[in-house]
């Protein structure tokens, strides 16, 4: 691969403006099939920018490395624009490149600005505190997700150790699907339609999964309650989930408690999802002064 990329380099400078040319124009027709046409009233997208985040969401998307080729493919790009973003990206350290395997994944490095990202937010200063009293009273883990699709959840934070946490359960794991008590909260005030709902409903597991009528039952319930308890989507343990709203009622964030069974009875579920609406009283009413993206 290397080879035949130092072979086309040497073929002289003129040739190498015109493949340039190319992958400019190429980088800018992607963009322009993955931008809507109402957003480049907006402004102009950059075509290689573009590019670059779709090399990057394949690689993130990924359960292994990705040679160029796979990563043109999945991205729908041409191999040596594929190529070409991928060593510049390698080069300012977003990407990692194995010369055994001759394939590419997403660096550390990406941690930094993730970092960032929350730490200029102003959400962690906020909701930390909240976050660590409902846990220290109630002895429960405590986790916060951005809502980032239709019932699609983003970990943002998590505090507490009520209970063995997931080797996978990190900063940064997306979860995708109606699945336990924040995908209930995540139906109950999202925007999704039944079929919608239906759709996404089936490809998710549980432990002991409802049929959807009984997740829609629970949906309307935990839309008069103002939260959702489930003990079925994890053998052994009960999560307590609550929605974060923005003023237009828009559903921004989820906090979910967690704990085992036997630590939060029903006598227990009360006064934990008051203190949990009670914090997500106190986030919503700060929305304005963070910056979610």
Not at 1 to 28: C, F, N, P, Q, Y
Not at 119 to 144: I, N
Not at 157 to 183: E, I, K, M
Request: glycine fraction near 8%.
């Amino acid at each position: 691969m290397v080879i035949e990329m130092d072979r086309l380099h040497a073929l002289g400078s003129a040739t190498g403006a015109l493949r340039a040319k190319g992958v400019a124009t190429e980088a800018i027709i992607a963009s322009r099939e993955s931008v809507a046409p109402g957003d480049f009233d907006r402004g102009k997208p950059v075509g290689a920018v573009v590019a670059a985040v779709k090399v990057l969401r394949t690689l993130h998307a990924s359960e292994r490395p990705l040679n160029a080729s796979e990563v043109a493919r999945v991205a729908a790009l041409h191999r040596g624009t594929a190529y070409n973003i991928l060593r510049t990206l390698q080069a300012e350290g977003f990407v990692a490149y194995d010369e055994a395997t001759r394939t590419y994944s997403v660096s550390l490095h990406i941690l930094e600005i993730a970092h960032g990202v929350l730490r200029h937010s102003g959400l962690m200063d906020l909701a930390r505190p909240l976050m660590h009293a409902v846990s220290d009273t109630y002895g429960v883990s405590v986790y916060l997700s951005k809502v980032v699709g239709p019932c699609s959840q983003l970990l943002l934070d998590w505090v507490g150790a009520a209970l063995r946490t997931d080797l996978y359960l990190t900063v940064g794991r997306q979860f995708p699907g109606p699945r336990g008590a924040s995908g209930v909260i995540m139906a109950a005030f999202g925007n999704s339609s039944e079929p919608e709902l239906e759709r996404l409903f089936a490809q998710v597991a549980w432990y002991q999964k409802p049929s959807f009528p009984e997740f829609l039952a629970r949906m309307h319930e935990a839309q008069k309650a103002g939260f959702a308890v489930d003990r079925a989507s994890t053998q052994g343990i009960t999560q307590v989930s609550v929605p974060v709203l923005s003023p237009s009622w828009e559903l921004l964030l989820v906090i979910t408690a967690a704990a085992h069974s036997h630590d939060i009875d029903s006598d227990a579920v009360g006064p934990l999802s008051r203190a949990m609406q009670s914090a997500a009283a106190r986030l919503s009413e700060s929305l304005r002064l963070l910056h979610l993206g």
